[in-house]
Every structure is written in structure tokens, then in C-alpha cells.
């Protein structure tokens, strides 16, 4: 028990109760923001006066441009809306090489708009990795001369530089806490990129789009984890987080990332972001109700606040893409179909923008929350022998780790079974009643059947690459018993994270208790 000395005060005790309680609880992030890309590839758009009315018809106060175009910066002068201008990859190697160009450039198309219009950021080049062009190492010098002439104008403090990545910029993406970039990258661009935004108080922008990763892996990722929907959620096998979408996945991998280099302090902002209502027959998702549905769930996602499990203290700051249709952009068919508009300013499909907005806004899931089939296509095999394998007295059968698939492909197929897989791993993190026997091959077994329980023991869902088979005696590890029906399971993992809970909550008695010592606030 914790008390004071006479002569001590009680606040100072509990100032210290206080201070060190906050260990154990996280920072909730403010609401976050919403705005939108003004892109103009096309030739049936409304002129740039009628744009801006439309986005405030909408509720919308921030764009992003792709140029500088005057007509439109003139049309925003006095809107109230925040602008990120853009300065296009083909004038990165002008404005890298030769200062005065830059200069030039920003007396141009900032100092004669700002402060009327409010251009608050400067989008250096966009997606500059992927360019084909190859101006990757002109980007950070082209920001640091754009960023003199800000300071040369006085217009540092107001306005920020950045540049838009893609997430193909980062060699590793999943699970989110192995989040790295490209090794050829690092030391080129990306950490004097990182330092230069440190340097000047910006932030690193980053497009996001969980379409593709879904178009591509229809068969193992859930399209309710894509589009905000009701699912089990993805746990990272690397630090535990719980993640009910792929958006907040990805910009942990980032974030993951930039903490590898030690740049923990940097926010990120999703300068374009969404879901194409139309697509070619292979472009597997695209359809108008899957576009609303993950544009909405966004919206509401982001306005209703709070931020992603790794940084829940930031919020959330998101440029949907794209205002219009674009009729002229190339590519297959979703290019010119990412449109919140036609260009006769109707809305493709109705989502809410702002939080008066949301309030009755409800999409409904596709298949009922329930996870998509992984798509396994290869029998289960039944161990060693290859044979069929017969179920038990009870009918069951279970799915266990076959360990000498190797260590390489046993993590690999447990990082996705707890992971895109949906398995429940709770009973297998520190402290719960599975964790011990403390090996990849039991905690592999444990996953690798959760899933394959979870999928009604279908024929292919204990394959997992040939790292897993079927058993007809249920198997035990530890104290953790696999022939225990769910709601059996179910109990002994909220026993096994009482008692994890139990462990954090004398971590924290233990911490109070020495610092009071310190203090001197114990009496005798």
C-alpha cells in the first residue's frame, strides 16, 4: 500500500500516480481531415469557378493540384480552401541544378496567390521512385532550393514542401511491422529526404491505395478488410497490433518504415487515396459499390478520429482520389473511373465529407463480414505419407505444423495465418495460455489450425505452401489443448489475457511504487 509521510504532499503523490499511469494507456488522435485530388486529364471538365463551388457545396476545404495552373489558383483566391500545389517531375532537374530557376518558379506560381489563396503545401514531383524518366536523384536537391526560395520570400513558416511516395517504395510491407524501404534507396534519397523534412517541420506524403493489393490477391485478402468492413481483423505477428483494415496496414508499414531509420518523430500525410467504380474484366473489385463503400468507410474512418494501432496519437490527414473522372488519362479502364464526379458535377455515388454527413451514412458488407475463401487450390495432404487421412471417434480433424517444411517457410505461413489469414493468435502472445512451449513449431500449429478451424476444415485450408497437414488425433502443446471445442478455446484466451493484463498492471504498481521511493513520498 502507497502513502505519504506527514510532512509530504498528497498532490505531489498523485501527480506521480498520474504521470506513470499514462504508460499504460494510449493517446487518442484528434479527427482528421479530408480533402480531395483536382486532377484535369480530360476535356469535358467544369470550369475551374464551378470546381470550386462544387467543393464547397460539399463541404470540401482542402485540394490537391498536380500543377499550378493560374486559372484554377485564381479560382481558389478567397475560397477559404487549403491548396498543395504540385511541381511536376519533368522540372525537377531545372530546379535541382540551377537555384535561380527555383526562385523563379516559386515567385511565379506561389508569391503572386498566397496568401489570398491558401497554399499551405508544395507536392516536389510525385511518385518520383517510379518515374520512368528517372529523376530520383534530383529530388532532394530540387527540395532544398524550392525551400530556400520559400525562405527567401517569407513563406517558409507557411508553407511545407514534401513529395508523395508510393508504397513500392518500401521493400517490406507485411505484416506492417516489418515495414522497410528499398535497400537502393535508402541512403540515396529516402533518409535526406527524411532529415530534410525533420529539418524543416514537414511531413513525408504517401499514396495509398488498398485496390491494388486486393485486385491482386483477391483469393487470400479479404474484401471487407479492404473496404472498412466488419472482419475479424489482421493480427501482426511482429508486435501483436490488431489491424480492421488494410489502409491503417499500410500506413504502418511506413510508419514502420521510418522508424527503422529512426525518424519516429515524422507524421505522414495520404496526399491520394480510393477505389475505382469501373474497371476491365480482370481488374478484380472495381465496381461502384465497392468504390463507395471503401471511399464512405473512409471518410467516416478518418473524421470520426483516432489514429493507426502503431501511431493511434496521429491523426489522420487524407487526400481522396479523385474529384472527377478523367476521360483522357491512359491505362486500363479504373484510370479514368476513380472519379467522386462526372464532369456534369453529379457524384457517381453518394458518400458523405463531412461529420454532419456521416450521421446515417451506413454501407452494407458485400458478404456479411465474413472473410473471403484464402483460395487454397492444393489438397491437403495427409502428413508424410501423402495418404488420405481419416477423422477421428469425434469426426474432427486438425491442422498442425509440418516443421520440416524449414524455419523460413514456417514463419512465413504463420505471419500470414495470423495475419491476412484471420487466424486467432491471442493465445499464443507472452502471458496467455498457449504461449509456452515458447517454439515456431507449436505456436505455428496453433495458428495454422485456428484458421483451418475457422474455414469448417475445407479441403486445402491446412496447406499453407506445404508448411502445415491434417492430423485425426487432436493435438496438445504445453497446456494448450487443440481438442477443446471454440467457446472452450474462446475461455482460456480471456483467462490467458486476464492474465497478461494482471502482469501490465503490476508493471505499472511496481513502477509507482519505485518512484515514489524516489521522491522520498513513502512514509515510514
Known sequence: MLCCSKNQSMERLIA????????????????????????????NLPSAVKVIELLKSQGLDRVKLYDSDPSVLKALA????????????????????????ANSWVQKNIVPYHPSTQIHAIAVG??????PKNTTNFLVPAMKNVQAALVYYKLNSAIKISSPIAC??????????????????????????????????SYLMVNIYPFFPYESNSDVISLDYALFRENPGVVDSGNG???????????????????????????????????????????IGASEENAAAYNGNLVKRVLTGGGTPLKPENNLDVYLFALFNENKKP?????????????NEEKVYDIPFTVAGIKGWKSTPVNGGKAESQG????????????????????????????????????????????????????????????????????????????????????????????????????????????????????????GHLVVQKNREKVVEDLIRDRVVEEGLVGD
Not at 506521480?16 to 476535356?43: E, H, K, M, Q, W
Not at 510525385?126 to 518515374?131: A, G, I, M
Open 376 to 495: 487454397h487450390t492444393k489438397p491437403v495432404d495427409g502428413g508424410e505419407s501423402g495418404g488420405s487421412v481419416s477423422t477421428s471417434s469425434s469426426g474432427k480433424t486438425w491442422c498442425v505444423a509440418n516443421e520440416k517444411s524449414g524455419k523460413q517457410a514456417l514463419q512465413k505461413a504463420l505471419d500470414y495465418a495470423c495475419g491476412e489469414g484471420g487466424a486467432d493468435c491471442r493465445s499464443i502472445q507472452p502471458g496467455a495460455t498457449c504461449y509456452d512451449p515458447n517454439t515456431l513449431g507449436a505456436h505455428a500449429s496453433i495458428a495454422f489450425n485456428s484458421y483451418y478451424q475457422k474455414k469448417g476444415r475445407g479441403t486445402g485450408n491446412c496447406y499453407f505452401g506445404g508448411a502445415a497437414y491434417v492430423v485425426s488425433e487432436p493435438p496438445k502443446f504445453g497446456k494448450c489443448d487443440l481438442s477443446k471445442d471454440s467457446s472452450e478455446a474462446d475461455d482460456e484466451t480471456k483467462t
Open 331 to 343: 491505362g486500363p479502364t479504373s484510370e479514368r473511373n476513380y472519379g467522386l464526379f462526372y464532369p
Open 168 to 201: 513500392s517504395a518500401l521493400q517490406s510491407s507485411y505484416p506492417s511491422s516489418t515495414g522497410s524501404f528499398k535497400t537502393d534507396l535508402v541512403e540515396p534519397v529516402i533518409k535526406p529526404m527524411l532529415e530534410f523534412l525533420r529539418q524543416t517541420g
Open 241 to 283: 497490433l490488431r489491424y480492421s483494415n488494410m489502409f491503417d496496414a499500410q500506413i504502418d508499414a511506413v510508419y514502420a518504415a521510418m522508424n527503422a531509420l529512426k525518424y519516429e518523430d515524422l507524421k505522414i500525410v495520404v496526399t491520394e487515396t480510393g477505389w475505382p467504380s469501373k474497371g476491365d474484366e480482370k481488374e
Open 126 to 131: 510525385n511518385e518520383v521512385f517510379v518515374d
Open 16 to 43: 506521480v500516480c498520474c504521470s506513470i499511469s499514462l504508460l499504460s494507456v494510449f493517446a487518442l488522435a484528434d479527427p482528421g481531415t479530408i480533402g480531395v485530388n483536382y486532377g484535369r486529364i480530360a476535356n
Open 78 to 101: 478567397g475560397s477559404g480552401i487549403k491548396v498543395i500545389v504540385a511541381l511536376p517531375n519533368e522540372l525537377l532537374y531545372r530546379v535541382a541544378k540551377y537555384p535561380s530557376f
